[in-house]
C-alpha cells in the first residue's frame, strides 16, 4: 500500500477555507484516495474519496491532479467543530480493503 | 452503512490481567477489523477478523497476545492478555461493508492498564 505524507499540523481560523495536502509518490493504478476525520475519544469517519480530478460533496472537496501523486483536500468556511484529525490514505478497492493510517493531520480551528 | 457499537468504552485493568473487547454490528458485514491508537498516535492495524477462521495479523502483532474471535458477520472480539502499562491504548474496531466504499468505526475503547 502506498505510503502518505501530510503536515503534522495546521491552524486556521474560523470562516477561513483550508487545504491540506497529501502526497503520494508511489500510488498504484488501481488505488483511491481517501481522507478521514477524527475527533478526540471517537472512531475515525469518512469525509470524501476520489480516483482523479476533483470530488465534491457536501463536506469538503477533494483535487487530485493528472499525475495522482498528491491530493488535497479543501474545507471550506471552517468552523471550530472543524479541529480534528484529518487523514489520508491510499489503496485499492480490490483489496482486503485493510487501511493503513499515516501520522495525519491536526487541524486547529481558532475563533 | 454500519453502526458499531463497541464494550466497555473504558476500562481500568492491572497488569499481567486480560481484557476482551466486543465489537457488534447493526447488520451483516464482509471484513472486520481491529486498530490500536496510542496515545496522540496514528491508528495501526493489529489484525483482520476472518469470519470461521483465524484471525490475520499484521507484522509486529501475534496471536497469543491478541486473540481474535469471529463467530458471525455481526461480531468479534479482542483480548488484549497479559496486559502491561504499554498496551494502555484505544482499541477500535472497524468495518467494511462491501457495498460501500468507506469504513466505518466504532467509539473505541480506552484500556489504561496500571
Known amino acids: 500500500l502506498a505510503k502518505t505524507t501530510q503536515p503534522i499540523s495546521m491552524d486556521s481560523y474560523e470562516g477561513q477555507e483550508v487545504n491540506i495536502t497529501c502526497s503520494h509518490n508511489?500510488?498504484?493504478?488501481?488505488?483511491?484516495i481517501t481522507w478521514y476525520q477524527q475527533f478526540p475519544s471517537q472512531g475515525p469517519r469518512f469525509i470524501i474519496q476520489?480516483?482523479?480530478t476533483k470530488v465534491t460533496n457536501e463536506v469538503a472537496s477533494l483535487f487530485i491532479p493528472a499525475d495522482r501523486k498528491s491530493s488535497t483536500l479543501s474545507l471550506p468556511r471552517v468552523s471550530l467543530s472543524d479541529t480534528a484529525v484529518y487523514y489520508c490514505l491510499v489503496g485499492s478497492l480490490d483489496s482486503s480493503y485493510k487501511l493503513i493510517f499515516g501520522s495525519g493531520t491536526r487541524l486547529l480551528v481558532r475563533p | 452503512s454500519a453502526v458499531i457499537s463497541q464494550k466497555p468504552s473504558r476500562d481500568i485493568c492491572q497488569r499481567g490481567t486480560s481484557l476482551t473487547i466486543q465489537c457488534q454490528v447493526d447488520?451483516?458485514?464482509?471484513?472486520m477489523f481491529w486498530y490500536r491508537q496510542q496515545p496522540g498516535q496514528s491508528l495501526t492495524l493489529i489484525a483482520t477478523?476472518?469470519?470461521?477462521?483465524?484471525?490475520?495479523?499484521e507484522s509486529g502483532f501475534v496471536i497469543d497476545k491478541f486473540p481474535i474471535s469471529r463467530p458471525n458477520l455481526t461480531f468479534s472480539t479482542l483480548t488484549v492478555s497479559n496486559m502491561s502499562p504499554e498496551d494502555s491504548s484505544i482499541y477500535l474496531c472497524?468495518?467494511?461493508?462491501?457495498?460501500?466504499?468507506?469504513?466505518?468505526f466504532g467509539q473505541g475503547t480506552r484500556l489504561t492498564v496500571v
Open positions: 447488520s451483516q458485514v464482509t471484513m
Open positions: 476520489g480516483y482523479k
Open positions: 477478523a476472518n469470519q470461521g477462521s483465524e484471525a490475520t495479523y
Open positions: 472497524s468495518v467494511e461493508t462491501g457495498g460501500e466504499t468507506e469504513a466505518f
Open positions: 508511489n500510488i498504484a493504478t488501481n488505488d483511491y
